[in-house]
């Protein structure tokens, strides 16, 4: 038996990837190669949708995080290319994270702190040697194309949202809600597509917007020691967790339970 705090990390980078066009994910892969993610610092893992989509973006990305034992894993786009920065820039990258913030979990390349906090460095067709804002950058959400995560944030996705758009958010809001953060850093890459804000993607939105408006309501917990009802507003917290408040709560559910045995 071994002590817990023993084990061992394999690999630096899991590379991970939602294969639909092998011809581009190979030339993705030649790309890491020749920007130094090599056999002995990364791993290189797929999924296969070329014929049939086997996983969607948040069951495919969550078999990666849950499988991965390399100590950061990168989910990616197969039509990305590290064209410009290379893996000892993203390893010095880290190494600031790790100074600025110990507390980080998620790095990407394109994101928003708030509706026009905007954060960028990237090349796409939407313009070449993009650099918006001042780098690295704390952000609510990170665009899909390059996500770094640190695997001893233990993150996962939502099992109950699917599709191809919005795990980008559902992750940085996941990380959010354990204590963990999201950055934009300076690692320039060339991904080929502008995105595409299909159907699809529409109805990711719609069903994003849900699950959050169920999780973020007002809550109402009673645990084995202690009551709680938790809403977005302190004052609101502060009067209503006091213990007048449950007395008088607690006589009204005694009140609704005889009712109703009366019936």
């Given at each position: 038996m071994k002590n817990i705090n023993t084990y061992s990390i394999e690999k630096t980078y899991s590379v991970c990837t939602l294969v639909t066009n092998f011809n581009e994910y190979q030339e993705m892969i030649a790309s890491f190669k020749e920007a130094g993610f090599t056999e002995k610092n990364s791993d290189f893992f797929y999924i296969d949708n070329s014929d049939i989509n086997n996983d969607d973006g948040f069951s495919g990305l969550n078999k990666f995080l849950n499988r991965s034992t390399a100590s950061y894993i990168i989910i990616c786009h197969q039509d990305i290319l590290l064209k410009y920065d290379n893996i000892d820039i993203l390893n010095q990258r880290i190494a600031e994270m790790d100074v600025i913030d110990s507390n980080w979990a998620v790095l990407g390349n394109a994101g928003f702190a708030g509706f026009t906090e905007k954060y960028y460095r990237i090349s796409d067709p939407w313009?070449?040697?993009?650099?918006?804002?001042?780098?690295?950058?704390?952000?609510?959400?990170?665009?899909?194309?390059?996500?770094?995560?640190?695997?001893?944030?233990?993150?996962?996705?939502?099992?109950?949202?699917?599709?191809?758009?919005?795990?980008?958010?559902?992750?940085?809001?996941?990380?959010?809600?354990?204590?963990?953060?999201?950055?934009?850093?300076?690692?320039?890459?060339?991904?080929?597509?502008?995105?595409?804000?299909?159907?699809?993607?529409?109805?990711?939105?719609?069903?994003?917007?849900?699950?959050?408006?169920?999780?973020?309501?007002?809550?109402?917990?009673?645990?084995?020691?202690?009551?709680?009802?938790?809403?977005?507003?302190?004052?609101?917290?502060?009067?209503?967790?006091r213990k007048i408040f449950y007395s008088a709560k607690k006589r009204l559910e005694n009140i609704q339970s005889k009712l109703k045995r009366l019936k």
């Open positions: 313009g070449d040697n993009t650099k918006i804002g001042q780098l690295p950058a704390k952000v609510k959400s990170l665009d899909e194309n390059f996500l770094l995560i640190k695997n001893d944030a233990n993150l996962a996705l939502s099992h109950n949202l699917k599709g191809f758009h919005m795990y980008g958010a559902d992750l940085c809001t996941i990380a959010s809600f354990l204590g963990w953060n999201a950055y934009v850093i300076d690692f320039h890459l060339y991904h080929k597509s502008g995105g595409n804000c299909n159907q699809s993607f529409a109805l990711s939105r719609k069903h994003f917007i849900k699950k959050y408006t169920d999780i973020l309501a007002s809550l109402y917990i009673r645990t084995s020691c202690t009551t709680l009802i938790i809403t977005n507003s302190p004052i609101c917290n502060w009067i209503i967790n």
